[in-house]
């Protein structure tokens, strides 16, 4: 075992990715140097941005190089060291890039120190990026006041589901927009969010009317497209869309409506952009906050994990068709080795 | 001459405002109540927002209704009072209607106190929403920043061209959108803005990447369209739009880019509306600010006075085909009466 599986971006997709744009090599393990440890990938995040990086241009990270080991956010163990501060068995995140192994120098790495009773993949999930999303996209850009309405679209993905259970924690009005039967009975019978609205099936702006009688003060926003529009058309005075992503367009373009866009003229309110880079100085108080919730039952969600770095095109392609039941992860290798 | 010409909402336009949807009427000049007066309107503002009025959707305001005196902004002079706080000959700004003549309560209309060496029409336009909408869009939602990169669309237009100026004026880098080589030349030679762009002739594109090589920071929206699109493109981290007006969307929907909303998050930018409403607790401190630089000769503005109300869909016309130079102003009747 001294070989390293890695994707390698091999052609820019135009639409969606294929297997035609990645290209899956071996190649010998790295060996870390002075100051460096070896890190043995446990989970590699998917996440929809990953289309994004593919493209050409710079996003809010520069563009991933053609030919070059695909980008990834890596949650790992320490299997060799040559900095005391991370000794051999640290479970450690960082960005080790979709393959097997990786060496870096210790400080690129955050060391983890997971409590026993929260599975170890919640750390490259819940408690990680999507929880510090979901926090600071409802909190800093939101802004909730008691009483007002917030729908939430993606609602039953890695970052919405924890959006509607922290709104319905306090006291919103909460209304999840999500794709299918399966994931609207999750958010309504597990994450406790009553009002749901099913896109694939439902008249969504029916149901809009029904669900927020006095209007939209905040979305949180994922998908973009004409359910934006519809949110948009509803939208009450001084209402903020923190815009998170719009999954819809990274593979094909598309459009928003003007008139849409002119209700944040007429109602003055803001859609705005976030990243959770921004955010990362409260990391550490938000994490904690959110692990007590997921200790007390208070915050549910939903890992899906499929073994082997080379399921990585099929995790993307469920991720566009809207097929995975929460954070999309590849499990590259075991948590413990025998 | 005891009559009252009244524009009337007759049917709404579904694109531009032609004559089959407006209605001139004579009817009697009313006669105030106890507590009211009688107002001879002598200007009436022409916005842009006049079109959005017409429309069967509310917008800021409620909708115009068919068959009644189009809603209108106005400057005009008591005639008649039966309020002793607006004795005759007093100068009042009001929502007066597209009409010759109104009555109100008192306490529905604005005493106004020109200055000698400040033109009458300057109170129903720099000195009053414009200069209001122009302020409040550049300080409280743009947020300049000292060395930031303003761009401004619609530059030479009644609010575009106060940013402009105003902008400058913090040492901001400004660049001005415009229609035309005139427009252009005006806000170079008269505003002093420097850096123009002819959106009609000049490849937009390219002329922002030549103006603006470290990006955009603020825009000070009033158009949309695809030069919104080509701006949302250049915007720089923690970017701002102040969104004033859509009025490329006004008569005909139109659609924006989805890709260039998603630098909204790549960027982590805002694009907000605002409305000049929420800022008129400012009013007196700012309206006097601009007076003082008016008179200071620091802060440009062109007033375009069409005379006679009749003229009314011939000033819309003029405004949504940009031919207006500076606010689009009716005069109904003599400043002083002979």
């Known amino acids: 075992m001294t070989h ?29 140097g002075a100051g460096e440890v070896l890190v043995r990938n446990i989970y ?33 163990v320490v299997e060799a060291s040559d900095d005391p501060a991370l000794p051999v068995g640290t479970y450690v995140n960082g960005m080790g890039g979709c393959q097997e192994w990786f060496t870096a120098p210790a400080a690129q790495l955050m060391p983890l120190a997971p409590h026993p009773e929260v599975p170890l993949a919640a750390y490259r999930s819940v408690l990680d990026v999507q929880g510090l999303t979901a926090w ?55 994450c406790g969010i009553a009002a749901t609205i099913d896109y694939k099936a ?43 992503g719009m999954v819809a367009s990274y593979n094909a373009g598309g459009t928003q409506s003007a008139n849409a866009l002119m209700r944040l003229v ?8 976030f990243l959770v880079r921004d955010h990362f100085h409260r990391y550490a108080e938000v994490a904690s906050r959110l ?6 039952g208070k915050l549910k969600y939903r890992i899906d994990i499929l073994d082997g770095l080379e399921h990585l095109t099929v995790a993307l392609d469920r991720l566009f068709h809207g097929r995975n039941l929460g954070v999309q992860l590849l499990r590259l290798s075991p948590e413990r080795l025998a």
């Open 4 to 32: 390293n599986r890695q994707w390698i971006l091999r052609e820019r997709p135009q639409a969606e990715v294929t297997g035609q744009h990645l290209q899956l090599r071996s190649v010998a393990r790295p060996i870390p």
């Open 44 to 76: 590699l995040l998917v996440p929809p941005a990953m289309r994004l990086w593919m493209n050409e241009e710079d996003s809010y990270v520069p563009a991933q190089p053609l030919g070059e080991t695909m980008m990834g956010i890596t949650l790992g």
């Open 136 to 190: 600071a996209g409802l909190h800093e850009v939101c802004r909730p006041q008691p009483g007002q309405t917030l729908v939430v679209t993606a609602a039953a993905g890695s970052v919405g589901s924890l959006v509607c259970q922290l709104g319905a924690g306090l006291g919103l009005r909460v209304v999840g927009i999500a794709g299918g039967p399966d994931k609207c009975r999750w958010l309504r019978e597990e």
């Open 202 to 244: 439902d008249d969504v702006a029916a149901r809009l009317d029904a669900l927020c009688p006095g209007g939209i003060d905040m979305v949180f926003e994922n998908v973009g497209g004409p359910v934006l529009d519809l949110l948009m058309e509803r939208l009450n005075d001084h209402a903020r869309i923190a815009l998170c």
């Open 266 to 273: 007429t109602k003055a309110a803001r859609l705005e952009g």
């Open 291 to 296: 692990q007590a919730l997921v200790l007390e």
